[in-house]
C-alpha cells in the first residue's frame, strides 16, 4: 500500500496532525461563543472579543507581535464612545471597553520549554509596564477549549 502523499510530508518534515493547525483552526476552538474575526474600522481583524477581552490568538513564538495585536484591538474597543456615530457596526457589537487578551498556543512538543519562555517574556513585558494583560497558555494537543487552558492575568493586582 502506497502512503499519501500527505503522511510522507508529516514524515519528512517531522509533523504530526496536531502541528498541522493553523491560526484559524485555533480561532474556532478557543473562541467559541465569542464574536470571532471582527474587522476594526481601520482593516484589522480582532480574533475574537469576549464579554471582557479583545483577544488575539498566536503561536507562543510571535509572543512581542501578539501583545502590540492585542493592545490595538483593546484600544478600538475604547474607541466607541468618542465615534459610535463614525464607527456604528462596531458600536452596536462592543458597547463596553475590553482589556486586552492573548491566547498563545503552542504545538512543539519537543520545545515546550521554548513556549514556556515565549509565555513568560510577555508576562514579564507586562508586569514591567502595568498593562493588564490576560495570558491564556494553551496546549492544543491537550486543552480543548479555552476553559481547558492555564489562565494568567497581569499585572495580577489590576484584577479585582
Same mark, same amino acid.
Given at each position: 500500500?502506497?502512503?499519501?502523499?500527505?503522511?510522507?510530508l508529516?514524515?519528512?518534515?517531522?509533523?504530526?496532525?496536531?502541528?498541522a493547525?493553523?491560526?484559524?483552526?485555533l480561532?474556532?476552538r478557543?473562541?467559541a461563543?465569542?464574536?470571532?474575526?471582527?474587522?476594526?474600522?481601520?482593516?484589522?481583524r480582532?480574533?475574537?472579543?469576549?464579554a471582557?477581552?479583545?483577544?488575539?490568538?498566536e503561536?507562543? %513564538?510571535?509572543w512581542a507581535?501578539a501583545?502590540?495585536? +492585542?493592545?490595538? @484591538?483593546a484600544l478600538?474597543t /475604547?474607541?466607541f464612545g468618542k =465615534?459610535s456615530?463614525?464607527?456604528?457596526?462596531?458600536?452596536?457589537q462592543v458597547?463596553t471597553?475590553r482589556k486586552?487578551?492573548i491566547?498563545?498556543?503552542?504545538?512543539?512538543?519537543?520545545?515546550l520549554?521554548?513556549?514556556? %519562555?515565549?509565555?513568560?517574556r510577555?508576562k514579564r513585558? +507586562?508586569?514591567? @509596564?502595568?498593562i493588564p494583560l /490576560?495570558?491564556?497558555?494553551? =496546549?492544543p494537543?491537550?486543552d480543548m477549549t479555552?476553559?481547558d487552558?492555564?489562565?494568567l492575568d497581569?499585572p495580577?493586582?489590576?484584577?479585582p
Amino acid at each position: 500500500m502506497k502512503p499519501s502523499p500527505i503522511a510522507v510530508l508529516f514524515v519528512l518534515f517531522g509533523l504530526n496532525p496536531a502541528h498541522a493547525l493553523t491560526e484559524a483552526d485555533l480561532v474556532d476552538r478557543y473562541c467559541a461563543g465569542m464574536i470571532k474575526e471582527f474587522y476594526n474600522p481601520d482593516g484589522t481583524r480582532t480574533d475574537c472579543i469576549s464579554a471582557t477581552h479583545a483577544i488575539e490568538v498566536e503561536f507562543s %513564538n510571535k509572543w512581542a507581535e501578539a501583545i502590540g495585536q +492585542a493592545l490595538h @484591538y483593546a484600544l478600538w474597543t /475604547t474607541e466607541f464612545g468618542k =465615534n459610535s456615530e463614525a464607527f456604528p457596526r462596531w458600536h452596536y457589537q462592543v458597547r463596553t471597553p475590553r482589556k486586552p487578551g492573548i491566547i498563545f498556543a503552542c504545538t512543539e512538543d519537543r520545545r515546550l520549554e521554548m513556549c514556556a %519562555n515565549h509565555v513568560v517574556r510577555a508576562k514579564r513585558i +507586562a508586569e514591567e @509596564y502595568r498593562i493588564p494583560l /490576560t495570558i491564556w497558555d494553551c =496546549n492544543p494537543d491537550e486543552d480543548m477549549t479555552l476553559g481547558d487552558c492555564l489562565r494568567l492575568d497581569y499585572p495580577e493586582e489590576a484584577y479585582p
